[in-house]
């Protein structure tokens, strides 16, 4: 099965259409794809982590292995990153709302109205866990109006500091790119 997979792929890369792509045109495509990742780690919109993943095999199936100096390894550095990254983001405005003394309602809340609030961009993005949080401590956790301001203002923080944290991981993968490239490969 291995030796089958193999001999598809090896076939695949030596197919005539991919080494008919210039290296500079290969930079330019690759370029314009880190450059509209990094600005999708910051805009939710995009999916970042994503499209910085697509950027690294385009490069590689544009100029080969060995023009490309990447590694196998690299994808799936930059996929467990990737995977991470999403992690932390979805668990960050929970977090916060805990760190700041919510129950399992008001994580609850701010991971629910994080996910309702990414349609209401660019305020949603705020109001969304801090809505979601407050609604469910006050009235799912039966929480006084301090407590559950308190855990809303929480998940605010969380959800800042996941942002901050998914521009960091994409960062570490557009380095990791660079340092595969020109460093090890």
């Known amino acids: 099965m291995w030796e089958a997979i193999t001999q598809w792929w090896e076939a695949f890369m030596h197919w005539g259409g991919w080494g008919t792509v210039g290296s500079g045109l290969a930079w330019i495509v690759t370029s314009c794809l880190l450059i509209a990742g990094l600005i999708g780690c910051i805009i939710p919109i995009l999916p970042g982590h994503l499209i910085l993943l697509m950027a690294a095999i385009a490069h590689r199936l544009m100029l080969g292995r060995e ?87 929480g998940s605010v923080v969380g959800t800042v500091a996941g942002m901050g944290m998914k521009l960091a991981i994409g960062i570490v993968m557009i380095l990791w790119f660079f340092i595969d490239c020109f460093w090890i490969g």
Do not use: D, R
């Open 67 to 153: 023009e490309s100096g990447m590694e196998w390894w690299t994808f799936v550095i930059l996929t467990l990153l990737m995977a991470i990254s999403q992690a932390l983001e979805f668990a960050a405005g929970a977090a916060g709302t805990k760190w700041f003394g919510g129950t399992k309602w008001g994580a609850w809340g701010a991971l629910v109205g994080g996910i309702v609030g990414m349609f209401f961009f660019p305020l949603g993005l705020i109001l969304g866990p801090l809505i979601g949080a407050f609604v469910l401590e006050k009235w799912g956790a039966k929480q006084e109006l301090k407590p559950a301001a308190v855990s809303g203002v």
